[in-house]
Structures are given as structure tokens and as C-alpha cells.
């Protein structure tokens, strides 16, 4: 079994920074992709960003492109998600997820996770 575990949300006003970490325990970490994801209050959850199994490679999604920064230590077992400029409509409850298998392939798709944590809320006020 996998458990995650997120910290570091907050409130912050608009154009601040905040960083998140997922600090990841049980099953082996480091040979999976990671994820996160965020979650508005009536909203589905959407990507936000992944990274495969050694840090070689990151996706984002298109409203965070440029804003946020998604990394890892496997030493640590723990991936985090700097996240600058921050805007009112980045206020959500953020997740972390671990992918089903190794396999990088539909690295953005939310059906591909299997492991969540409990989520962390971000508020950012205008």
C-alpha cells in the first residue's frame, strides 16, 4: 500500500508563491510516474502537472505552463510543486498522485492514478 501526503498549502495573495510537497511512504517510489492535481470547490478535477520516474521529464497543464515547476527526490520519496505568480483561480485543493504502473504513456490522464492523498488547500486572494 502506498500512502501520500500532502503539505504546504496556504493562503497566499495574488502573485505570490507557494510549494507544495508529497512526501510518498510504503511501496517503492521511484520507479513511478508522479502527479499533481487540483480540485475547485463545483469544479472536476483537472492536471495540473507530472513528472516520470527519474525527473528527465515534466508535463503541465495549460493554465500553469511557464507559473509552476513540478520536481523530485527519490532519496526523500517526496515530489514537489513550486508554484509562482500565483492567480485567484489557482484557489483548490491540490492532490498528488502516484500512476498506476511505470509506464509513462497518458501521463495527464487523472483514470491513470492510482494513490492519492488527501489533498492540500491553496487560497489565493485578489
Known amino acids: 500500500q502506498v500512502q501520500l501526503a500532502e503539505s504546504g498549502g496556504g493562503l497566499v495573495q495574488a502573485g505570490g508563491s507557494l510549494r507544495l510537497s508529497c512526501a510518498a511512504s510504503?511501496?517503492?517510489?521511484?520507479?513511478?510516474?508522479m502527479a499533481w492535481f487540483r480540485q475547485a470547490p463545483g469544479k472536476e478535477r483537472e492536471f495540473v502537472a507530472a513528472?516520470?520516474?527519474?525527473?528527465?521529464?515534466?508535463v503541465y497543464g495549460d493554465s500553469v505552463k511557464g507559473r509552476f515547476t513540478i520536481s523530485r527526490d527519490n532519496a526523500k520519496n517526496t515530489v514537489y510543486l513550486q508554484m509562482n505568480s500565483l492567480k485567484p483561480e489557482d484557489t483548490a485543493v491540490y492532490y498528488c498522485?502516484?500512476?498506476?504502473?511505470?509506464?509513462?504513456?497518458?501521463?495527464?490522464?487523472?483514470?491513470?492514478?492510482?494513490?492519492w492523498g488527501v489533498g492540500t488547500q491553496v487560497t489565493v486572494s485578489s
Open positions: 513528472i516520470t520516474w527519474n525527473g528527465g521529464s515534466t
Open positions: 498522485a502516484r500512476k498506476k504502473t511505470v509506464v509513462e504513456a497518458m501521463i495527464t490522464a487523472l483514470i491513470q492514478y492510482n494513490f
Open positions: 510504503g511501496r517503492p517510489f521511484g520507479s513511478y510516474p
